[in-house]
């Protein structure tokens, strides 16, 4: 979430996303969630607020399920997040050093609406339109991240709407899938940074 606020006002195209409440006790009373609903509608992506490779992020349908969710959730940090119809299944990861791309990649994934190659996606090579690298070296630039993996959809005319920046990004399978030392980029950046 504060990533997500860090980034608002940047003309910065990102899934509408509300924090959820922070309960301490839970007094069963859920009716905030009918503000969520209204707001971003069936599906929603509702995601923990720390986690990796996917492992915390529900795909919600109904009511029902937003419930049952926000009870195993209620005193777990998470936020509700529009749900990008046009990229299910596929996103663009792109790895950033030192504000300047490093490496990128297509991940999709035909069986989730995930893309994470941790939850049975496959990545390879594709060109893409500058404005998506752009996106992802000005997140980073506003962030002040050194390194950073930027999870970029794609929008229903193509546009591209920034999903997540992670700080401590894998690099093996974007290594594996580019060629791309993204390891040794990263060292020679450091090097040169601390010299």
Known sequence: MLTHI????HDIKMPTTISSTLCYRDDGNRNYLNDVEKRLGYPMIVKENYGSLGKQVYLVKNRAELEDIENKLIHIPHIFQQ???SSKGKDYRIIVIGHKVAAYMKRENKNSYLSNLATGGTAHVVKLPSEYLDLA???SEILGLDYCGVDVLEGENGEPILSEVNSNAFYEGIEKVTGANVAGEYAKYILNKIS
């Open 137 to 139: 070296v000005k997140a």
């Open 83 to 85: 749900f990008i119809k």
């Open 6 to 9: 860090c980034l608002a006002n």
